[in-house]
């Protein structure tokens, strides 16, 4: 399976932008699909994660009410709105699927497919 992420840019201290992880070669059926990020001389960390089974959604606490995950199954893609966007959420995005067990959501090892990784920068 490949994942393409798409959607990042600049923008301005409380601006939106949305991110698409579009996946080809197979589809989501089974799977989470995370959305992840990376600082410069941070960790990668959780943001959100949508999962098939049920369709349950999940997010950092950091963006919950402000990022919405959600999904285009026609399409095969997941998107990540993103709203109210602040300087300390400006990092690298990455999407990532797995068949991940259920307390395993937020550990980004738990995925085994990565997208390249798009830039976000918010200014102040």
């Known amino acids: 399976v490949q994942l393409q992420a798409s959607g990042g840019g600049w923008v301005q201290t409380g601006g939106s932008l949305r991110l698409s992880c579009a996946a080809s070669g197979r589809t989501f059926r089974g799977h989470t699909v995370g959305w992840f990020r990376q600082a410069p001389g941070n960790e990668r960390e959780f943001v959100a994660a949508?999962?098939?089974?049920?369709?349950?959604?999940y997010y950092e606490d950091s963006v919950k009410g402000r990022f919405t995950i959600s999904r285009d199954n026609a399409k095969n893609t997941v998107y990540l709105q993103m709203d109210s966007l602040k300087p300390e959420d400006t990092a690298v995005y990455y999407c990532?699927?797995?068949?991940?067990?259920?307390?395993?959501?937020?550990?980004?090892?738990?995925?085994?497919?990565w997208g390249q990784g798009t830039q976000i920068t918010v200014s102040s």
């Open positions: 990532a699927l797995g068949q991940v067990i259920l307390s395993s959501t937020r550990d980004p090892r738990a995925y085994n497919s």
């Open positions: 949508w999962r098939w089974s049920g369709g349950y959604t």
